[in-house]
């Protein structure tokens, strides 16, 4: 059974930072690329970032670009979500999920079928 548990959210002042993990079971983790989604009140659930398996290439959304840093630790089954320069914008339940399906567009959510619960994340102004 696929399981991804988030922590690591919280409350920040725009400016902090906040690491956020994923921890992963119920398959081969190395396998899969992974990615972290968020998703405001009244907004859609937007990728953020995704990180391959073994090889770990990153791809970013142009709102983490820069600021945002993923990584994975194949040895303890997680994927991780450094962000530095929290703004007011970033405030959203953050996701990670598993990629299983190969579409051309890392946004595309019709590539990840396994989904966390979602950590809370809020920038105070």
């Known amino acids: 059974q696929v399981r991804l548990v988030e922590s690591g959210g919280g409350l920040v002042q725009a400016g902090g930072s906040l690491r956020l993990s994923c921890a992963a079971s119920g398959f081969i983790f190395y396998n899969y690329a992974m990615a972290w989604f968020r998703q405001a009140p009244g907004k859609e659930r937007e990728w953020v970032a995704a990180?391959?398996?073994?090889?770990?290439?990153?791809h970013y959304a142009e709102s983490a670009k820069g600021r945002f840093t993923i990584s994975r630790d194949n040895r303890k089954d997680t994927v991780y979500l450094q962000m530095n320069r929290l703004k007011p914008e970033d405030t959203a339940i953050y996701y990670c999920?598993?990629?299983?399906?190969?579409?051309?567009?890392?946004?595309?959510?019709?590539?990840?079928?396994?989904w966390g619960q979602g950590t809370q994340v809020t920038v105070s102004s």
């Open positions: 990180i391959r398996g073994i090889e770990s290439e990153t």
């Open positions: 999920a598993r990629r299983t399906h190969f579409y051309p567009d890392w946004s595309d959510l019709r590539g990840y079928e396994n």
